[in-house]
């Protein structure tokens, strides 16, 4: 069993920044891909940004590039999301979620992952 906590979350304005945190507890947290996703009042749940547990290799979906920084803490079993210039459309509950198995490869599929955690909820305004 994997716990997964998010923090960080808040009401910011438009070209602000903030930064996810994601307490992990439970099994191994090293090798096992990492993920964010997002979910808007009214649409589907989607990938935002996954980190591999193999090589740390990153992945950004293209509304993203540039903007969001993923990283992880294997020591102390964090994930963190760096977002910067932040816009309305950024505006949703963001969840963290660990991957099925050991040094398995980042997905970008909500089926990929096995752990959620709560949400923390993002609110930019414009």
């Known amino acids: 069993q994997v716990q997964l906590v998010e923090s960080g979350g808040g009401l910011v304005q438009a070209r602000d920044s903030l930064r996810l945190s994601c307490a992990a507890s439970g099994r191994t947290f090293s090798g096992y891909a990492m993920g964010w996703f997002r979910q808007a009042p009214g649409k589907e749940r989607e990938f935002v940004s996954g980190?591999?547990?193999?090589?740390?290799?990153?992945y950004y979906t293209d509304f993203v590039k540039g903007r969001f920084t993923i990283s992880r803490d294997n020591a102390k079993k964090m994930l963190y999301l760096q977002m910067n210039s932040l816009n309305a459309e950024d505006t949703a509950v963001y969840y963290c979620?660990?991957?099925?198995?050991?040094?398995?490869?980042?997905?970008?599929?909500?089926?990929?992952?096995?752990?959620w955690g709560q949400g923390t909820q993002v609110t930019v305004s414009s």
């Open positions: 979620a660990a991957g099925v198995s050991r040094y398995g490869l980042v997905a970008r599929s909500p089926s990929g992952y096995v752990y």
């Open positions: 980190i591999s547990g193999i090589d740390g290799s990153t």
